[in-house]
């Protein structure tokens, strides 16, 4: 499987942006992850059969899926500073829900695509 990110850019605080990930097939489960510059990488969100958000962006980023163009979207909304980093998405198909959040479970990876949120 092969993902592709895109959507990243620079907005102020406040503005909107929208992340896509482009599949070669069709995955169970797709997350969002990102790693802020001098941070570890972190667990933003993932559809699997239904939503599921990091508490950091609850009610402000929303992911949904097209199936028939095998494409996610992570609809980021209200942005803030701390929004800044580099955004990844990842599937798979063996994922327990236990362990959506953890990088480990994932078995593909896209290249990232870098968000800036200016004050």
């Known amino acids: 499987v092969q993902l592709q990110a895109s959507g990243g850019g620079l907005v102020e605080v406040g503005g909107s942006l929208r992340l896509s990930c482009a599949a070669s097939s069709r995955s169970t489960t797709i997350g969002w992850f990102r790693q802020a510059p001098g941070k570890e990488r972190e667990w933003v969100a993932a559809?699997?059969?239904?939503?599921y958000y990091a508490d950091a962006v609850k009610g402000r980023f929303t992911i949904s899926r097209d199936n028939l163009k095998n494409t996610v979207y992570l609809q980021m909304n209200s942005l803030e500073p701390e929004d800044t980093a580099v955004y990844y998405c990842?599937?798979?198909?063996?994922?327990?829900?236990?362990?959506?959040?953890?990088?480990?479970?994932?078995?593909?990876w896209g290249q990232g695509t870098l968000v800036t949120v200016s004050s």
């Open positions: 990842a599937s798979g198909d063996r994922i327990i829900l236990s362990t959506i959040t953890e990088e480990t479970a994932y078995d593909y």
């Open positions: 559809f699997r059969w239904r939503e």
